[in-house]
């Protein structure tokens, strides 16, 4: 209901949740068994979206934005992921992005974040983790992540990555390719799926995707390359 892009504005809950019931009672109805995840870091929204029959929660900045929503995760023994972000989506870009260390200080705010929530009555296993590609990082620093995503697996979680036709990706086709413009968003699916394969090789269990089919397609052979004896 909310956007996360770069530069984008704080919505109210009121407003957020206008936004997102009606999509889940309308997908609820259609699809009785499929499984919905709400993406909002706030409690109110995110309990309307659990009585609706939201399943799963993706939290950007984890309890840091709004610590009562682990309380309301505890009651209803939902999954969450905890994704990563420096500073602030209308912020979070700008400037100079620094870290000591990114994967690093990555891993502190997760076992921050977990040891938070375990605190208030959680379980471990309910954890995700997701590091948040370009949610405030440099072109250098999202693919420091992806080539390190192993580095996570310390955690013992799941790992969840999201690089689909993320703007680095055009930075990074722009500068190689000696294009005079980014490519578009949607012109960004062979740079997607070969981020994605990376991350998947190191340990990426979930995948977030705005191709879906040929992201299903291209991780099915994949597999089967990675899983043939």
């Given at each position: 209901?909310?956007?996360?892009?770069?530069?984008?504005?704080?919505?109210?809950?009121?407003?957020?949740?206008?936004?997102?019931?009606?999509?889940?009672?309308?997908?609820?109805?259609?699809?009785?068994?499929?499984?919905?995840?709400?993406?909002?870091?706030?409690?109110?929204?995110?309990?309307?979206?659990?009585?609706?029959?939201?399943?799963?929660?993706?939290?950007?900045?984890?309890?840091?934005?709004?610590?009562?929503?682990?309380?309301?995760?505890?009651?209803?023994?939902?999954?969450?992921?905890?994704?990563?972000?420096?500073?602030?989506?209308?912020?979070?870009?700008?400037?100079?992005?620094i870290y000591r260390d990114v994967v690093e200080d990555i891993k502190e705010f997760f076992e921050n974040q977990i040891s938070f929530g375990i605190s208030k009555g959680l379980k471990r296993e309910q954890f995700i983790i997701d590091p948040g590609i370009g949610f405030g990082k440099s072109v250098s620093q999202n693919l420091a992540i992806v080539k390190k995503l192993s580095e996570f697996k310390s955690l013992g979680l799941p790992i969840c990555i999201g690089v689909s036709r993320k703007s680095h990706l055009g930075v990074i086709l722009q500068k190689e390719l000696k294009f005079s413009i980014p490519p578009l968003p949607t012109e960004r699916l062979e740079a997607s799926l070969a981020e994605t394969a990376v991350a998947v090789l190191n340990g990426a269990k979930i995948v977030r995707t705005h191709d879906v089919l040929q992201t299903k397609k291209f991780l099915t052979v994949l597999d089967k390359l990675k899983n043939e004896n």
């Amino acid at each position: 209901g909310e956007s996360t892009r770069p530069n984008s504005e704080f919505i109210s809950i009121k407003e957020e949740i206008k936004r997102v019931i009606p999509v889940i009672k309308k997908i609820r109805c259609n699809f009785p068994n499929i499984f919905i995840s709400i993406d909002s870091y706030k409690a109110e929204v995110v309990g309307a979206a659990i009585l609706e029959g939201a399943n799963m929660v993706n939290s950007i900045g984890g309890f840091s934005f709004d610590p009562s929503l682990a309380l309301l995760l505890r009651k209803n023994d939902l999954p969450v992921v905890i994704y990563h972000i420096k500073g602030k989506p209308k912020d979070m870009q700008k400037g100079e992005i620094i870290y000591r260390d990114v994967v690093e200080d990555i891993k502190e705010f997760f076992e921050n974040q977990i040891s938070f929530g375990i605190s208030k009555g959680l379980k471990r296993e309910q954890f995700i983790i997701d590091p948040g590609i370009g949610f405030g990082k440099s072109v250098s620093q999202n693919l420091a992540i992806v080539k390190k995503l192993s580095e996570f697996k310390s955690l013992g979680l799941p790992i969840c990555i999201g690089v689909s036709r993320k703007s680095h990706l055009g930075v990074i086709l722009q500068k190689e390719l000696k294009f005079s413009i980014p490519p578009l968003p949607t012109e960004r699916l062979e740079a997607s799926l070969a981020e994605t394969a990376v991350a998947v090789l190191n340990g990426a269990k979930i995948v977030r995707t705005h191709d879906v089919l040929q992201t299903k397609k291209f991780l099915t052979v994949l597999d089967k390359l990675k899983n043939e004896n």
